[in-house]
């Protein structure tokens, strides 16, 4: 009986669609993946998106419609920023490191949900905007946080951690961590702000591929300097990269130009 279930958990496992690298590309399922993604910071706390697994599944065949075949989601919602269903307890963390297990339930099923529609999701496990807001874990219940991920997201194989966005404290033994209970895991990390496109040596060393933020208005032509920045990062790392948030026509106050924009700043950047 042990043999038949161990077997029939493996098979489950393998039988699920599994993101991985070769080289500088991205597969699925072994096949060559355009990873085309868009950050959906709030998707586990958006009651509307979790209302069924129906109502994800009409959001993400409407996202597939606009090419996107990635959803970026963060594990941390809960900095006081005042940004559309945040909350202090919309985050998959207790301060002990220990897992919010409503919030880690909703995730599992949006994992189900998007390897049925051939999605891809990137968990971003810390944010920033709440560690300089002071809702920081410590060290010891980070890893353990990273840990109990790991080990409750390993038949997930349509998912991918990255350890911060745009920061970088504590992430060499967070990574080293995840690949000590799930050895095939993608890893990834956004070091910094726009510009900011590499860690540590170690840090870049251990990564699966590379999450930056490239250069936004105020370096130049973001059209003509992100590509460049991507160029350079490929040749010198030989990792696939992914501009995890290109250069924004939005507001100043979020990255956005300080001069008003128009929808040709879209077109010209695409």
Not at 74 to 97: E, I, K, M
Not at 173 to 187: E, G, M, N
Not at 193 to 200: D, F, R, Y
Not at 206 to 215: F, V
Request: proline content about 7%; hydrophobic content about 40%.
């Amino acid at each position: 009986m042990k043999t038949w279930l161990g077997l029939l958990l493996a098979t489950a496992t393998l039988s699920a669609q599994e993101i991985t690298v070769s080289r500088t590309r991205f597969l699925l399922d072994g096949k060559p993946f355009p990873f085309t993604g868009v950050s959906f910071f709030n998707a586990i706390y958006n009651r509307t998106f979790n209302e069924s697994d129906e109502a994800r599944r009409q959001w993400l065949r409407k996202f597939a419609g606009y090419g996107i075949n990635v959803l970026r989601v963060w594990a941390q919602w809960d900095n006081p920023r005042g940004f559309v269903d945040s909350c202090p307890t919309c985050t998959l963390y207790h301060p002990d490191g220990s897992l919010r297990q409503e919030h880690l339930a909703t995730l599992k099923s949006l994992l189900r949900t998007a390897a049925a529609e051939s999605f891809v999701i990137e968990l971003t496990l810390f944010s920033q905007e709440s560690w300089r807001a002071g809702i920081q874990l410590q060290e010891a219940p980070m890893e353990k946080a990273v840990q109990q991920l790991a080990r409750e997201l390993l038949p997930c194989r349509n998912l991918t951690f990255q350890i911060w966005n745009e920061f970088s404290h504590h992430t060499v033994p967070l990574i080293k961590t995840i690949k000590a209970t799930d050895a095939r895991r993608l890893v990834t990390n956004s070091p910094g702000g726009a510009g900011v496109l590499t860690a540590s040596p170690d840090e870049m060393a251990l990564l699966d591929y590379l999450t930056p933020h490239t250069s936004r208005q105020r370096a130049g032509r973001p059209w003509e300097i992100a590509p460049a920045e991507i160029r350079y990062l490929l040749a010198r790392y030989r990792k696939p990269v992914v501009d995890d948030e290109p250069a924004r026509t939005g507001t100043p106050q979020f990255g956005g130009p300080p001069e008003p924009t128009f929808p040709e700043d879209h077109i010209l950047q695409i």
